[in-house]
C-alpha cells in the first residue's frame, strides 16, 4: 500500500514522466538524454547545485584517478571541444567547473530542485506511478523512477566510542566545508587511509603543525606523476577521437587498453621487472593492474606485483618501522581499490607527520581534547575523517523504495542487492538504477559506465514506447541467473579474499557480497546490448498494446568460458573437420604450444610401453610423479581428440594439474590413432596399456595395488571400454575409472546434441567427423566403441564421470553415469555448470573450472582410499 502523503500528491502534486534521483555526472545526462527524447524529466538533488561526488568532495588533493582525458563525457562531440582539461588528474574544483558547465551549456538547472532529498519511492500499482515524497514535504508523480544517487554518496559513519565528545574541529572529506580548512599552526589527526586519506594527507601535512595519521589497513599506491597531459598519452585520443571513445568502451575498464597476453607465474624476473617498471611510470591504475594476465586470478602472480609496490614504498620511507607499517600485506593489490598519490609515502619522513597502527594501538576512544588510545593520550585541535562510504548499495536502500506488492528494495536487498543487470530488480516496475550494484560501477571508468547506463535506459524506454507498453521489470529467472552470472565473474578473482568495501566489508552489519559487476565493461556492454537485440530478454512489460514476457537468461556459460570461446570466434580459425587428420594434428600442436603450460610437479618422465599390436610399434607415455614423497598411487591416462588427434603433450596441462592436486603418479599413454589405426586399436591400446603399467608399477616408482584409469572425450571412452575389457577378461583390477566428458555412444540424435551443435568448440559435424575416422557405421554401437551398450554394466570400478552443460555429448555422459550406477556401481556424476567439452582442461585459462578439477583429483585421490580401507 503506498504511503498516503507519498500517494496524494502535495503541496505541488506535479506529475513527469521520469523522476531522477541526483544531479552528479549519471543525473545530469540521463536529464539531458531523456528531454532528447520529449520526456517530462524532473531531478531532485539534496545538495544546492550539481556535481554529485565533485560538490561534496571538497577536501585538500581531492582528484580523479583516472586520467581525465578518459574521465569525461563523450556522447557529445562539441562538448569534448569545447571543453580542455588543464592537468592529467583534474582537480576536484576543475572536475565540479565541468559538471556546471555541462548543465549550463544544456541548460539543465530548470529541471532540477535543488536541496531536495528524496525520502521515499512508492510503487502505485493502480496507477502505473511512482509516488515520491522529499525532505520539502513535495510530492510528485512518474511513471519512472531513476536513481542516480551515485556508488559513493553516503559517507560512512565513524564507528569510534567517544567521536561525539570531541571539542575540537571535526572534518569528513566527502562533506567538506566550501570555503576549505587552514589547518596552520594545528595538530591534526586524520583518521583512515583509504584513497580521500592517502590524497589529503600531504597537503594537510604541510600546513598543520603536527599531524597524525591512525590507519587500520595500509593500501597500496603509487605515485601519479601529474601535471600537464603527457603528448604520447594525448595522441591517440586527438588523432582519432571517435575510435579513442569507442575503443574506451570495448575495453575492460573503460579507458583504451590492450590486456597483455603474459601470464606472471609463467614469467623470468627480468620481465616481470621490466612489465611492473613500465606499468608504474605511467602512473595510472589501470596498467598497474595489468601487469600480467592473471594477476587478479592467482595469488602467486598477483604477488610479484605486490612485492613491488612494497619495495618502493620502501625505498622511500626512512623510518623502517614506518616503511613496514606502510606496506600492505593484507590483500592481493586490486582487491581493494589502490590508490594514486602524489608524495604520499614521502609525508612520513616530515619530522612533524607520525603514523599510528590502529591494528596493534586501537582507538579506546575519542575524548573532549583528542584520542586516547590503551598506552597514550594525544591532544587535537582537529580530526579528519577519512572513513570511506556505505558504496553502491547505500543510497539506494536510503530512499523507502516500495514496489509491487509492499515489497521495499531494503527487504529485497536484506541479503546483499538482488538485481538485473545492475539496473533493474523484480518486483519494482519501471525503476532503474544507473552503475547499480551488479554492473561494472566503480571497477571502471565511471563515466564510460555511466554514459553506457544511460543510453541503454532510455534506449529501452523508446522501445517500451514503440510496442505501445508502459511498464517494465525484470522477471525473477532472468534476475537470478544474472546474479548467477555476476557471482561466478567474482568466483574466479581474488577479490572476494578482501575485507573491501567492494565486499561491504567497511560497513558493520552489511551483508558480504560482491557488489559490483567484474566481468568487464566490454563483457557487460555486450551483455545488456544482448537483451536489447533479444527482443528485451528477461524482461515482462506490459501496457495498453497488451502484456509482453521475453522470459529467459542472457548469459549462462561460466565468464572465462565465454571469453575464450569470443576469442576464438574473433580469430576465425578454420575447423578440424575441414582439414585432413595430419594437417588437424598440426593445427592442434600449434594451439597447444600457445597455452600456457600448466603448474610444475616433482617430475615428468617420458618413455613406451608395448601397445596391444606388436607389429604398430611401442606407445608412447609421460609420467608425472607429485614432489611429495613416494611411493604414488598410479593413475593411467587416455588424452582427448576423438581418437584422431590428441597426444601426451596435448593433455599435458590437465595431467600436471591432477598430478599436483591427486598426489597420484599419472601415467599419459599415447594410443594408437584413426585412420591409420581404426576402431578398435585405441581401446585394445588401452587395456595394453593398463596390463603394463599394473605389470611395472615399481620400475615406474608407484605404489603396490590397482591402477586406475582416467581420460578426457575420446581418451574417456578408452577408460570406459578398458574397465570393460578388463572386467571380462581377468584383469587386473582397477582401482576406478574418472570419465571427463565421455564418448558412451554413438547415437547423435540426442538433445545435448541438438542444442550443442555449434559454437562450442566440439561441434556435432566434428564429432561425426571423428566417428568416421574411427570406425565403421557398423562397429560404432559394439561396446568397444559404445560402452554404453554394453551387456552388462554390473562389476565395474567405482567411477567419477564429469559432463558439461553446453557439450553435445553431456547426454551420453549423464546415461552412463546412470546406468553404472542402476547396474550396481559406486558413482560420482558432477555436473559443470556453464562449461563446454572442451573448457574444463584449459588450465590456468578457464580458472571457473578449478573447482571440478579439485572434485576430479579429490575423486582419483578416493579411489585409491576406498582401495586402502577394503585391503
Ligand atoms: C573522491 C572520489 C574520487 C573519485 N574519482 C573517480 C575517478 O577518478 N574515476 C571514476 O571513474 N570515478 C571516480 N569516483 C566515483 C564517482 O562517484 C563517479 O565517477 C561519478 O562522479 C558518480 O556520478 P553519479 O552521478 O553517478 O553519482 P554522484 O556523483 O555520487 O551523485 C549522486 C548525487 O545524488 C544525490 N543524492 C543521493 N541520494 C539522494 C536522495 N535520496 N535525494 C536526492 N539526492 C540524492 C547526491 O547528493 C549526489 O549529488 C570518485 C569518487 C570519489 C568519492
Given at each position: ?223 601519479a606523476g601529474n601535471g600537464p597531459v603527457a603528448p604520447a598519452r594525448r595522441a591517440p585520443l586527438e588523432a582519432d577521437r571517435a575510435g ?251 577479490f572476494p579474499s578482501a575485507d573491501s568495501w567492494y565486499m561491504g566489508a567497511n560497513v558493520p552489519g552489511k551483508p558480504r557480497v560482491f ?141 600436471r594439474d591432477l598430478c599436483r592436486r591427486s598426489g597420484c603418479l599419472i601415467v599419459s599413454v599415447d594410443y594408437r590413432h584413426a585412420p ?196
Open positions: 500500500m503506498a504511503d498516503s502523503r507519498a500517494a496524494e500528491g502535495g503541496a505541488q502534486g506535479a506529475e513527469v514522466d521520469v523522476v531522477v534521483v541526483g544531479a552528479g555526472f549519471s543525473g545530469l545526462y540521463l536529464l539531458h538524454k531523456l528531454r532528447g527524447l520529449g520526456l517530462r524529466v524532473r531531478v531532485l538533488e539534496a545538495a544546492d547545485d550539481v556535481g554529485g561526488t565533485w560538490y561534496w568532495n571538497r577536501y585538500p588533493g581531492a582528484r580523479c584517478d583516472i586520467p581525465t582525458t578518459d574521465y569525461t563525457f563523450s556522447f557529445d562531440p562539441d562538448l569534448e571541444t569545447a571543453w580542455t582539461w588543464s592537468e592529467k588528474y583534474a582537480t576536484q574544483p576543475e572536475i565540479l567547473r565541468y559538471a556546471q558547465f555541462v548543465a549550463e551549456r544544456y541548460d539543465l538547472r530548470r529541471d532540477i530542485d535543488f536541496n531536495t532529498r528524496v525520502e521515499a519511492a512508492h510503487w502505485d500499482a493502480a496507477a502505473n506511478q511512482w509516488r515520491i515524497r522529499t525532505s520539502t514535504d513535495a510530492s510528485l508523480s512518474a511513471r519512472f523512477c531513476i536513481m542516480a544517487s551515485g556508488c559513493l554518496s553516503v559517507p560512512k559513519a565513524p564507528e569510534i566510542t567517544g567521536a561525539s565528545r570531541f571539542q575540537g574541529d571535526v572534518y569528513f572529506t566527502s562533506r567538506w566545508p566550501h570555503q576549505g580548512v587552514d589547518f596552520t599552526g594545528q595538530r591534526v589527526a586524520v583518521i583512515g587511509t583509504g584513497s580521500s586519506g592517502i590524497q589529503s594527507i600531504p597537503l594537510i601535512a604541510e600546513q598543520a603543525a603536527q599531524l597524525t595519521v591512525f590507519q587500520r589497513t595500509p593500501n597500496y599506491s603509487i605515485p579513442y571513445r569507442q575503443a574506451a568502451k570495448l575495453s575492460r575498464a573503460g579507458v583504451p587498453n590492450e590486456p597483455t597476453q603474459i601470464y606472471g607465474r609463467y614469467s623470468q624476473p627480468a620481465l616481470q621487472a621490466e612489465r611492473f617498471e613500465a606499468a608504474w611510470q605511467t602512473g595510472e591504475l589501470i596498467p598497474i593492474l595489468g601487469v600480467f594476465a592473471d594477476q587478479i586470478l592467482f595469488p602467486d602472480s598477483n604477488a610479484i606485483v605486490a612485492g613491488k609496490v612494497r619495495e618502493k614504498i620502501r625505498a622511500v620511507v626512512q623510518d623502517p618501522e614506518t616503511a613496514e607499517l606502510l606496506c600492505p600485506k593484507d590483500h592481493h593489490i586490486g582487491t581493494k581499490r589502490p590508490c594514486l598519490d602524489t608524495g604520499y609515502y614521502q609525508t612520513f619522513n616530515r619530522p612533524n607527520v607520525r603514523l599510528v597502527d590502529l591494528r596493534t594501538r586501537p582507538i579506546a576512544s575519542i575524548t573532549e581534547t583528542g584520542i586516547d588510545l590503551a598506552d597514550e593520550t594525544m591532544a587535537f585541535d582537529a580530526i579528519v575523517y577519512a572513513t570511506g562510504f556505505d558504496a553502491m548499495t547505500g543510497a539506494i536502500v536510503a530512499v523507502d523504495i516500495t514496489g509491487r506488492d509492499g515489497i521495499t528494495l531494503k527487504q529485497k536487498w536484506a541479503a546483499g542487492p538482488i538485481t538485473y543487470l545492475g539496473l533493474m530488480s523484480a518486483g519494482f516496475p519501471n525503476f532503474f538504477t544507473i552503475t547499480g550494484p551488479g554492473s561494472p560501477s566503480v571497477l571502471s571508468n565511471m563515466m564510460v559506465s555511466i554514459e553506457q547506463h544511460v543510453d541503454w535506459v532510455s534506449d529501452c524506454l523508446v522501445r517500451l514506447r514503440a510496442d505501445g507498453l508502459t511498464t517494465i521489470e525484470p522477471t525473477p529467472a532472468a534476475e537470478a541467473a544474472w546474479m548467477v552470472h555476476s557471482n561466478d565473474c567474482a568466483a574466479i578473482t581474488l557488489l559490483p559487476y567484474v566481468g568487464g565493461v566490454d563483457a557487460y556492454r555486450k551483455a545488456c546490448d544482448d537483451v536489447a537485440v533479444r527482443g528485451d530478454l528477461g524482461l515482462h512489460r506490459s501496457g495498453p498494446a497488451g502484456e509482453r514476457c521475453n522470459d529467459g537468461v542472457v548469459r549462462q556459460l561460466q565468464p572465462d568460458v565465454g571469453m575464450v570461446l569470443d576469442m576464438l570466434a574473433a580469430m576465425n580459425l578454420p575447423t578440424f573437420n575441414s582439414m585432413s587428420a595430419e594437417a588437424a594434428r598440426a593445427f592442434m600442436d600449434q594451439l597447444s604450444a600457445a597455452r600456457p603450460p600448466g603448474p610444475a610437479v616433482g617430475e615428468t618422465l617420458d618413455g613406451t610401453l608395448p601397445g596391444a599390436s606388436p607389429g604398430s610399434g611401442p606407445l608412447n607415455y609421460r609420467l608425472y610423479r607429485p614432489a611429495t614423497p613416494g611411493p604414488h598411487p598410479v593413475v593411467v591416462y587416455f588424452h582427448g581428440g576423438g581418437w584422431v588427434l590428441g597426444s601426451h603433450d596435448s593433455d599435458d596441462p590437465l595431467c591409420e589405426a581404426r576402431f578398435p586399436a585405441a581401446a585394445d591400446d588401452g587395456s595394453a596399456a593398463v596390463r603394463w603399467v599394473s605389470a611395472h608399477l615399481a620400475d615406474l616408482g608407484g605404489a603396490p595395488g590397482p591402477v586406475a584409469v582416467a581420460g578426457w572425450s575420446a581418451g574417456a571412452n578408452v577408460a570406459a571400454v578398458t574397465c570393460q575389457q578388463l572386467r571380462d577378461n581377468g584383469g587386473p583390477a582397477i582401482a576406478g575409472q574418472l570419465l571427463l566428458t565421455p564418448v558412451t555412444d554413438c547415437d547423435m540424435a540426442t538433445p545435448s546434441y541438438q542444442d550443442n551443435a555449434e559454437g562450442y568448440v566440439l561441434t556435432a559435424p566434428l564429432m561425426q567427423w571423428f566417428w568416421d575416422h574411427y570406425a565403421d557405421p557398423a562397429d560404432r554401437a559394439h561396446p568397444k566403441a559404445s560402452p554404453l551398450r554394453a551387456a552388462s554394466l554390473a562389476n565395474l570400478p567405482p567411477a567419477c564421470i564429469v559432463t558439461c552443460q553446453f557439450d553435445p555429448l553431456r547426454d551420453e555422459g549423464v546415461a552412463y553415469a546412470k546406468a553404472l550406477a542402476a547396474a550396481g556401481n559406486r558413482v560420482q556424476h558432477i555436473p559443470a555448470r556453464g562449461h563446454t567439452h572442451t573448457s574444463l582442461t584449459m588450465v590456468d585459462v578457464v580458472v571457473s573450472g578449478e573447482p571440478v578439477r579439485a572434485e576430479m583429483a579429490a575423486a582419483l585421490h578416493g579411489f585409491f582410499q576406498r582401495v586402502a580401507v577394503a585391503a
